[in-house]
């Protein structure tokens, strides 16, 4: 089993539609804990793994809270090589719509509290961030979006917060300075606790609202996002949602078999330096 997806926080969604069709492995025991539990299913051919992020009911666990370590871990563990990741950030580009699917570029890490490395208390780091997708699925994802949306945006930068509360006016403008065109709460850690385990990694993100600040809508209380989305915005959100199953199974479908990017390797500076053996399970601290 080389492809995954870890569905965002309407992965419970997909789960539905496949019910019957997909094994449910369950949740895998990790040196960090209890992944979330995972469903394998075949498609057109193609085993895939299917981790949803934030539960199989619905949004059960916050952004914050997710178990990122042990989810990377369990896909490893179970022989994933190729992760898509879905999210669905806020625009804080206002040349981006609602509902529109986007496949970033590049990341910013604003996240405070989440452990971010397997390998705490080892000389283990400074592993390249660029790029910080992988490309390969990048470009198959970024076709697949082509086909079905007839565009594909370039060069969008995730900024990742903490949560699980959204951005201030001011935060929102901080990012929009540093170059931020989208802000969501869940690629980080993932896609450096990808790269730890020389997993390709890259998110499909389907933009769920307009970032504080770059529209004018009033507070309203008791609604969703208290008043940041109408209901015409809803409606293109979940048209993007249903969407990206086929984005996402088409993108796999059109990858090499073999890998030619340079993310199954990342490691291998400290391989050649004896520091990590052959055995991935035996490069995470040893306290663990
Ligand atoms: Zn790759």
Redesign the pocket.
Known sequence: MRFAVIAGSQGFRWLEKLQGRADRIGPVATPFGSSAPVYSFVENGIEILLLSRHGERGYEVSAPFVNYRANIWALKELGAE?IIAWSGPGAIDRSISVGEIVVPDDVVDETRRRPGTFYEGLGIGFIRQNPVF????AAGLRQAVIRKQGYCRERDVYVCTEGPRLETVAEIRKMALYGGTLVGMTVCPEVFLARELE????PVCYVSNYAEGTVDRPYVVGELFEGMLTAEERARVDEAVALLPEIILEAFAGLPKA?S????RSMERYRRRGDIGDDWHTWISKSV
């Not at 997993?199 to 890259?202: E, R």
């Open positions: 190729r992988c490309p390969e699925i997993i390709c990694y890259c890998r990017c340079p993310c199954g």
